[in-house]
């Protein structure tokens, strides 16, 4: 499965080209977080989470979604970085897994945790891509702030 990903994000942006193969990555990841709002997250775990001051709720989300990483990294590696601001990163990331770029490639995982952690954290949350694999980087680094 991880191949098919890498050879449709690859496909996206050589038919496509760059700028709207991320814009079509970013809707796919907005549309994939309320996927999981809708049917992965338990309402009673979002009710908890949007109850909470956004630290302690950021906490408890990603230890979530560290324990599910491997949906989504595949054989990538995620991890926190740092906690002020919030960064996440993503190792050997399949969406840019290959490619050379001079822009961030994976606005997938932009719009997936946008639409998570506004949601669930802060409606004031800015998801940025500060560094990429594509970009030679050694890891895809999500910057979270609210």
């Given at each position: 499965v991880e191949t098919e990903v890498i050879a449709l994000h690859q496909q996206l942006?050589?038919?496509l080209g760059i700028e709207r193969a991320r814009a079509i990555s970013f809707d796919a990841g907005l549309r994939t977080g309320d996927y999981l709002l809708a049917h992965r997250i338990p309402k009673n775990a979002q009710r908890f989470l949007r109850l909470l001051p956004p630290g302690p709720s950021?906490?408890?989300l990603l230890k979530?979604?560290?324990k599910h990483a491997w949906t989504f990294s595949g054989s990538g590696e995620f991890g926190v970085k740092q906690w002020k601001p919030l960064q996440v990163s993503i190792r050997d990331c399949p969406l840019c897994r290959g490619a050379v770029a001079d822009t961030p490639l994976c606005d997938f995982y932009t719009g997936t945790f946008e639409r998570?952690?506004?949601t669930l954290v802060s409606k004031k949350?800015?998801?940025q891509e500060v560094a990429?694999?594509?970009m030679g980087e050694p890891?895809?680094?999500f910057e979270m702030r609210w």
């Open positions: 942006r050589e038919q950021s906490k408890i979530a979604i560290g998570l952690f506004r949350t800015q998801v990429c694999g594509a890891a895809c680094l």
